[in-house]
């Protein structure tokens, strides 16, 4: 979290050095999208080019629940019949944004869009719920990891790396839009993009406990579960690319 | 005046970057245990000096060896009919002189690897003198000390590879989580079966101490991160452990495997005791 603001704001601050017209003016928006709820700052430099730097999260956000996953009644037992366990999801993107808008008029608002998502690398929640008894107690052996449910609830997240790695996302995006971030002309403005995001490969995580109980974030596969691995070989077809939708509303400061 | 108030914040802020400081654990050191200038093991000779000296025998059990830790942990090894069973306590030093609580104190010259004479003094008992071997102990690795177990994690191959965490160390309760769980475990292990310390000493004694005083004992072979022990009489132990362990040091604890299989099944696993160290 701390890298994603420092880098947001570097941002800004590189584009001291960028020449005329630079930071002469600097507005504040706020968006909706499949990109979570946002907060951002723009900045132009010169007439073509307008750089954005915010913040966006969609913890909680929009409800489904996945059927089809079987776990085991009783893990440690080898004939253990298995029973369905639904998975209640939800977006979890939780992330800084750094983008740059390319005009290619210098007055109207049609632009181009590259940059990069960069923060927590889970987009989807899910939770496995009325897990059976038995992993309350005990649970699944994960790499010397212990990931077990809590009050029949185990909480997972779908997550892929995208550039970055296990802790830390950076996916790129390319899009198009309408709007200008920081309008000269008008102290509030309004923008729609339209883009995707590169993500990687999607995997399952879940926080597992080690022997001296420290806590790791652990990826469940179908070596663990094996419908845990069919089900994340047909999510892993998708979501490699994050379509990103989203409107937001600037107000210029300055 | 806007370019350098921001400028400021970038720079301001830039330290928070590096902040974030993963704490991977550590390289794990311990103090020397307190009694390791006095461990070793005591031997009964098998042939008696012609001097003063008596055998510690009766007609019931004979005394088969005195393990005395370098963490203050001893255990007595008497054979009975043939089984050697074993009583474990702790001991302190006073010179000389061994006083083991709960056996009595023994007093014999512990300057050097050899034979010795000891004097053995147990209450309600005439005091006896025992020529034995006396092995000092060689304390070359922090492995080499008394150990309690804080925690016990059993790790099996079921439907999916599945572990459960104990606190302590019970076996009677670790081989019946085995059992209900569809593995065929021997249920000839008593509930009284919970440790109170591992030790390992630097006369190569493995050596499990029970908290209803009695013990089980053997020797090990360590090669700096894993060893093979075999236990003093094949009736020791417990089935489902095998031979071989591992040994690794993290987050301040000690971490021994052990790993597991039922006989005459395919049943596999591992017995994770997370250990700290005795003084």
Known sequence: ?254 | MKKILLAATAVALLPLLFACNKNNGGDTRFEDPRFVQYAGQLIPCSDPTPTKTVLIETPENTLHSIELTESGVYAVGTLTEGRLSYKTGTYSVDGQAYNLAGYGTLRFDNSSTGEVDVLIDRPGQEAEIMRANFNRAKGSDQLYRGWTVDKTRVTIKGWTTASADFQGCNFYDIAKFIRDNGHDVPDDITPGMALSSISFTGTEKILFAYTDGTGDAGEFRFNGSSFTYRWDDEKMGFTFLTDQATVEYMDGKCILTISASIQDSTTSGSVTFVLSPMA
């Open chain 1, 1 to 254: 979290m701390k890298r994603t603001i420092i880098l947001s704001l570097a941002a800004l601050f590189l584009s001291v050095s960028a020449g005329a017209q630079v930071f002469d003016h600097l507005s504040i928006g706020l968006g909706a999208g499949t990109d979570g709820l946002g907060i951002e700052l723009a900045a132009p430099l010169g007439n073509h080019v307008d750089v954005r730097a915010g913040y966006g999260t969609a913890v909680g956000l929009i409800g489904y629940t996945l059927n089809g996953i079987h776990l085991p009644e009783h893990p440690a037992n080898p004939n253990s019949s298995d029973v369905p366990v639904p998975m209640k999801m939800g977006f979890g993107m939780n992330d800084a944004r750094l983008l740059f808008n390319i005009y290619p008029s210098a007055t109207k608002g049609f632009h181009f869009t590259v940059g990069a998502y960069m923060g927590a690398p889970s987009f989807i929640r899910g939770k496995l719920i009325n897990m059976p008894s038995d992993y309350n107690t005990m649970g699944i052996d994960v790499d010397g990891y212990l990931v077990k449910a809590k009050n029949g609830v185990l909480a997972t997240e779908l997550a892929a790396p995208g550039l970055g790695g296990k802790s830390f996302a950076v996916k790129p995006y390319v899009g198009i839009g309408f709007g200008r971030a920081v309008d000269r002309d008008h102290r509030v403005s309004f923008c729609f993009d339209l883009g995707v995001q590169y993500q990687g490969k999607a995997g399952l995580w879940a926080e597992g406990e080690s022997v001296t109980g420290r806590i790791e974030k652990v990826q469940l596969t179908g070596e663990h579960i094996k419908e845990i691995g069919d089900v994340m070989d047909e999510v892993s077809k998708y979501a490699s690319f994050w379509p990103t939708l989203s409107f937001r509303l600037n107000v210029r400061l300055f």
